[in-house]
């Protein structure tokens, strides 16, 4: 009896994994070939000139640096937790709030014969800065002391995520209340004026390269690099490091997991908050619902480059941000369809290499 | 022998008072009997809509606009107002609980919403059911007033200003490379998509039709997209917020002076605060009448007790303002006094005259409901900024 | 000492944070208004009354420093009283403290004319008034001092009684013992007898309250139903086989879309009847599940989480787009979705037919216990102890001869036909479905309900659906505070138990090993 079950099972589990790899194959190989075909067609009858694709690009490129940066957050946070930090994109909210406020208190300074704001600008840009990553590192600290550290060695590995949601209605609501529902316009320094910026004029198009998107998009670049630096130099970096890769293991060799734990919320939230003060500048328009979209998006994108992974999540939003803009131009539809390219990319991109793109294959896993 | 007369006199007099009693009791024995509220108690009048969460700039809004209309009532026979909002999220689940909660309530006369479409259209079966007339400020949706008695608004139905803003585009303005775009939701969509009908049947073919996600903020890529087909005028069918960031990112992709033509759920001085100079030509639609004094007041008013300008937060406060009045009326109307002192309001003929409702002056203009319950009389205007100020264009 | 003194500072900064946010949210007042209705029975307060404001700002700080008495002047620090009674004068001088500040800066803004509602909105003048208790500055900030001072104090006496006479903790332990020896009691004959008939008493209940509720309790027992079915789906896939999935609102909406589709007049105008149309919507959603699970087979954890979320918002902003306005009916929505016909017989047997709500009730409660059965069944079954090997351990199971992959696509199956069952049923009930109801919250709150009641536990879901739905109609009467405190309770619920409320007994003997030791003994006695 026992022998015919063994029989039976073997040549079906070999049957499976042939089966996957052939659907592997099958879904790579169509993909490739209408990539191909769209090209080609792109290049015979071109729907757009060159100068809109420029403006797809740099669309995608602002958009996907702060995709990136928030993406961070979690993988951050996932890497020593393995935690789902839906309160996340909230975070960002906070930060977007404190941002504004500041602005708006520097605007009413008086200096000199304008307000501070625009005399300083730089330094109120700082200013904005550090409140708005001050609140989010605060905020993050605060709900990982209170709503996720009593949960760290649950053995339920969703409790900490079930915590993070309510946590994300409890600030979303809250801020809703404190600040109200109508959709607020960051106020922004004259040196960073939206839609300000430098024209790019090609047969017939015009697009404008603007000023507040390279700012973004330089800020992510820099903020990227740091961290990347901060994570593989520093000491703690290397223990945040060692964390992701093994807990045990790294309390045992002395590191406070407590600590490392908090740090790495404070980072996360440094992050959070620097992306909501560059959406408020890039974009301007926001309310307490800001951060919902962003974070299911970034989130994806973590996911996309293989969670837990830092290079991986960089890489991730900023595909997650060009793929949103160019893709539906691209393919010729609708752009109300872009999320739906954006998710189907992350399928294709799953059923191919199963870990996201910089995963190492499950098993010996290397996180951050 | 004067006793006597004394005697049937009485007689006489008591009877004529129960008779006429009686026969006032008769209108509750008609479909949904008699909402009945007793001395102490108040008049009932819900709305419901989302007073938190993502939609909540309409539903606090519509809310406190509402509050301040119903604090102005005077009492019906000795018995005060009273607004019971409820938040629903915006969802239809929640929505269908809150009718559910209504539908119990005696002394629940009649409903000022719901505020967004898809919870209005969940609801109606149930208030259709219990005979509570519904008057909404903002629910726009297409085929809500269809096939059924209970609802009502005194908003523009969609197809009305789209089909007038695609003849006001084509005859008037005498473009015909148009693009469409809306945000995707019912409001938005249901007007872009009769600006588009109707733009076809006139012979001009839409350069281009997109929708945009709400909730994001930077749509320079779908923007882009719509600047490559260079129309002479973008349609916008949506809310002031994205209206205004549409405005303001237009130049980034090179339609600097291409104007945007929008609904009246994108109008108002919140749209010129937020996109500064890049309004300057746009289009709006509106038909609330410039600054009638009743108007005024009732802006001061906002302002005192809420401490933000009229229509900064959604544009329907003052379509809320007037709904409470117009439904207050017909209650005043309708309800009567029982012998028990009790106020009885007969729930079948209080939804007929909410449909047959004519002639009321609001804020928001003429209130007259035809045979559907589309209750707003006055026609679009169209208006264009001018020099940071909406100018009625011609 | 230095210690004890620096937690008071802590803990008093802590409450007095708490009770700033209370109040630039205003929530102070509702709880005021809250508690002079019950106080005084009066329904129709509508204004505060600063006595009752006071009375609640003073219980907020008797509850916290009772709550520090508690936790860290415990009797085995051996701390004096005069020594507590002091850090609770600090306490309270502490947040008085706090208090104080915040309202003079408010009354100052007040007085100066300048109108906080531009950035905060709740902060009108009436409100700030009603926090200096209709009075000027000095004798408010008077007034916080001397409520917190007093209510901190009593706090820590009270406590202190507490502790000296050991007296509420000591008969809750008591009660605990009784409540404990009674149900060891159950295991004997006459108790099992008591407890079925107490099981066919509630279930006799059930069947009955349909019948006496009002409209109200019937829709919200309807909606915690339907959640309910969802919850039991989603547990099959979560709970049981152990795969976390995100998007599980896409095969609510799937059922719910089809079912909608084949019997409203538009847009479609196909105008099945029910069961028909009900059986489709089951096939339609079972392979959406096998398309979602065949490719995902191989994905662990995470990433099939990721995947399912997009899913499920790829189908949302199918149903929405304008593409396929013309077939799904766009953001309108669909209207008029067609209901079930009440067979003759029930209005021969009762005399009259039931009402449309009740008889709704009525069967959504058949597909319920439909579901429980078959999950109940499939929970005890070899694929359901397939799947739980799966969730300990993939590694092991596939090397017991569980064909993993199979199983995982077999369980996403069934709990999209379950989901599709719920969308139908929720369709049907409101004769109304739009796009605007299938967002990523919906899975959201569906996996709240299965670990807020324990992961792979049927009477947990049931009460985690009355959680997730059936408490925030309960709290209308906080108003717009309502989601923040659903929020709020959501934490503290993880934080003390995050098992789950009723977790699964099997899943307990597989944590602990004592209790085998223990089962072990049992068997031998």
């Given amino acids: 009896m026992m022998n015919t079950v063994k029989n039976g099972t073997r040549p079906i589990q070999k049957n499976q994994v042939r089966r996957i790899n052939w659907l592997r194959w099958i879904v790579g190989i169509s993909t490739g070939l209408f990539l191909l075909y769209r090209i080609i067609l792109m290049v015979i009858r071109p729907t757009y000139g060159p100068v809109y694709w420029l403006g797809f690009l740099n669309t995608g490129l602002i958009v996907g640096g702060m995709y990136s940066l928030i993406a961070i957050g979690y993988t951050l946070v996932y890497g020593v937790m393995s935690l789902i930090n839906f309160a996340h994109g909230d975070i960002m909210m906070l930060g977007c709030f404190a941002g504004f406020f500041t602005f708006e208190f520097l605007n009413y300074l008086p200096s000199g014969d304008s307000s501070f704001l625009n005399n300083h600008p730089i330094l109120s840009i700082l200013f904005a800065f550090i409140m708005g990553t001050g609140v989010s590192m605060l905020s993050g600290y605060f709900l990982e002391k209170l709503a996720y550290r009593p949960l760290r060695n649950s053995k339920i590995r ?5 915590s993070a949601v309510g946590a994300s209605i409890f600030l979303e609501t809250s801020a809703q209340i404190l600040f109200g529902a109508t959709k607020k316009t960051y106020k922004n320094p004259d040196l960073l ?92 328009l926001f309310n307490h619902y800001v951060g919902f979209l962003p974070g299911i998006k970034a989130f994806t994108a973590a996911v996309l480059g293989g969670i837990g992974n830092i290079p991986g999540a960089m890489v991730g939003g900023m595909v997650l941000g060009i793929v949103e803009s160019v893709g539906p131009a691209f393919l010729g539809i609708d752009f109300q369809l872009k999320d739906v390219i954006a998710f189907a990319i992350l399928i294709l991109v799953l059923i191919l290499k199963p870990s996201g793109l910089f995963g190492k294959s499950s098993g010996s896993v290397e996180k951050v | 022998m004067k006793k006597s007369i004394f005697f049937v006199l009485c007689v006489l007099l008591l009877t004529s008072v129960l008779t006429v009693g009686a026969a006032d009791m008769s209108r509750c024995d008609a479909d949904g009997g008699c909402a009945v509220i007793e001395p102490g108690n108040t008049i009932k009048i819900g709305m419901a809509g989302p007073i938190t969460g993502e939609y909540a700039m309409y539903g606090a809004d519509i809310s406190d606009a509402m509050k301040i209309s119903i604090d102005e009532l005077a009492p019906l026979d000795g018995f005060e107002w009273e607004l019971l909002a409820e938040d629903t999220l915006g969802s239809a689940e929640a929505a269908v609980s809150v009718a559910n909660k209504w539908i119990t309530d005696e002394s629940l006369v009649a409903v000022a919403g719901n505020v967004l479409t898809g919870e209005s259209a969940a609801v109606i079966p149930i208030f259709e059911g219990a005979s509570i007339p519904m008057l909404s400020p903002s629910a726009t949706g297409a085929n809500l007033t269809e096939d059924n008695a209970v609802f009502n608004r005194v908003v523009f139905q969609d197809a009305a200003q789209g089909k007038f803003a695609a003849e ?199 209130i007259t409901c035809n045979e559907v319950g589309e209750c707003n009389a006055s026609g679009p205007t169209f208006y264009i900024v001018t020099d940071g100020a909406w100018v009625v264009a011609n | 000492m230095k210690n004890m003194t620096y937690k008071t500072i802590q803990n008093a900064i802590t409450t007095g944070i708490i009770l700033i946010f209370f109040e630039m949210i205003d929530l102070t007042s509702t709880l005021a208004i809250i508690l002079e209705k019950l106080f005084t029975g009066n329904s129709k307060v509508k204004t505060v009354t600063p006595n009752y404001l006071i009375a609640v700002i003073g219980l907020i700080v008797f509850i916290a420093a009772a709550a520090f008495t508690n936790k860290n002047l415990t009797p085995a620090s051996k701390i004096s009283l005069p020594k507590k009674l002091t850090a609770g004068l600090i306490f309270g001088l502490i947040t008085g403290g706090m208090l104080a500040l915040l309202n003079i800066i408010l009354g100052n803004f007040l007085n100066n004319g300048v109108d906080l509602r531009k950035y905060l909105e709740v902060l009108s003048p009436d409100v700030i008034r ?18 917190s001072v ?89 709970g049981l086989s152990g795969q976390l999935v995100f998007g599980y609102v896409a095969f609510y909406a799937i059922g719910a879309y089809t079912f909608a589709l084949l019997t409203a007049p538009k847009p479609l105008g196909i105008q099945l009847s029910f069961l028909p149309a009900f059986v489709i919507a089951l096939v339609m959603s079972g392979i959406a599940g096998g398309l979602v699970g065949l490719p995902i087979m191989n994905l662990r954890g995470d990433y099939l989480a990721i995947v399912t979320l997009g899913f499920g918002e790829i189908i949302r902003i199918l149903i929405n787009s304008n593409n396929l306005t013309d077939f799904t009916g766009g953001p309108q929505g669909v209207k008029n979705i067609g209901q079930p016909g009440q067979p003759a017989f029930i209005g021969n047997l009762l005399g009259a037919p039931l009402k449309n709500n009740v008889w709704f009730l009525y069967l959504i409660f058949a597909v319920l216990f439909i579901v429980i059965y078959v999950v109940f069944r499939l929970q005890y079954s070899r694929t359901g102890r397939s799947w739980e090997a799966m969730r300990e351990d993939e590694t092991v199971a596939q090397a017991c001869g569980v064909t993993t992959s199979s199983y995982k696509v077999l369980a996403v199956v069934i709990g999209a036909v379950i989901a599709g069952a719920a969308g139908a049923i929720y369709a049907s009930r409101n004769t109304y479905t739009g796009p605007g109801e299938y967002v990523f919250m919906v899975s959201v709150n569906v996996l709240a309900i299965v670990v807020i009641g324990g992961m792979g536990s049927i009477p947990g879901v049931l009460l985690g659906a009355f959680i997730i739905k059936g408490i925030p109609e309960l709290l209308r009467d906080l108003e717009s505070y309502r989601m923040i405190v659903f929020g709020a309770m959501l934490v503290i619920m993880m934080v003390i138990r995050p098992e789950g409320l009723l977790p699964v007994k099997r899943r307990r003997l597989s944590v602990k090993p004592e209790s085998v030791e223990s089962l072990k003994e049992n068997f031998k006695s």
């Fill in chain 3, 150 to 238: 007093a209510g901190a104090l009593a706090g820590t006496l009270v406590m202190h009684i507490f502790q000296v006479t050991g007296q509420p903790a000591g008969l809750w332990h008591s009660i605990k013992k009784s409540y404990g020896s009674f149900q060891q009691q159950q295991h004997s004959r006459r108790n099992q007898l008591i407890s079925r008939s107490a099981l066919v008493l509630l279930v006799i209940f059930i069947l009955i309250l349909p019948l006496i509720a009002n409209a109200y309790t019937i829709s919200v027992l309807g909606l915690v139903c339907i959640y309910a079915i969802l919850g039991l789906g989603l547990n099959l896939i979560v």
């Fill in chain 1, 158 to 162: 969703l409790a900490p995520l079930i």
């Fill in chain 2, 168 to 366: 006001f585009i084509v005859n008037q303005l005498g473009l015909t490379k148009v693009a469409v775009l809306h945000d995707g939701l019912d409001y938005g969509k249901g007007i872009a998509d009769v600006v588009r009908d109707t733009l076809i049947s006139l012979g001009v073919e839409p350069v281009a039709y997109e929708a945009l996600t709400p909730g994001e903020a930077d749509y320079t890529a779908v923007l882009t997209a719509i600047a490559s087909k260079s129309p002479e005028i973008i349609y916008y069918g949506g809310y002031t917020a994205e209206l205004s960031v549409v405005a303001n990112q237009l130049s980034q992709v090179g339609m600097a002076g291409v104007p945007v033509f929008s609904d009246d759920g994108a109008f108002g001085s919140e749209f010129i605060e937020k996109a500064g100079a890049n309004a300057e030509g746009c289009y709006g639609t509106s038909s609330i009448p410039a600054d009638s004094p009743e108007k005024i007041a009732f802006d001061q008013k906002y302002e005192e007790v809420l401490g933000r300008v009229a229509g900064s937060k959604s544009s329907f406060a003052w379509f809320a303002y007037d709904v409470i009045k117009a439904l207050s009326t017909v209650i005043s109307e309708t309800a009567f006094l029982g012998d028990d002192g009790n106020l009885y309001v007969p729930r079948a003929e209080m939804v007929n005259n909410v449909r047959n409702l004519s002639g009321f002056q609001g804020i928001t203009g003429e």
């Fill in chain 3, 130 to 147: 009603n926090f200096l208790f209709q009075k000027d500055i000095q004798s408010a900030v008077m007034i916080f001092f001397g409520t």
């Fill in chain 1, 193 to 284: 004026a939206r839609g300000s910026g430098w024209n790019i004029q090609m047969d017939g198009g015009m697009i404008v390269i603007t000023k507040t998107g390279v700012f973004s998009l330089l800020m992510a670049i820099i903020l990227m690099i740091a961290l990347y630096l901060f994570v593989q130099k520093t000491k703690l970096g290397k223990s945040i490091r060692a964390v992701s890769q093994d807990k045990m293991t790294a309390q045992l060799m002395g590191i406070n997991l407590d600590r490392v734990t908090s740090q790495t919320f404070l980072i996360s939230g440094f992050l959070a908050g620097a992306s909501g003060v560059m959406w408020g500048i890039h974009n301007g």
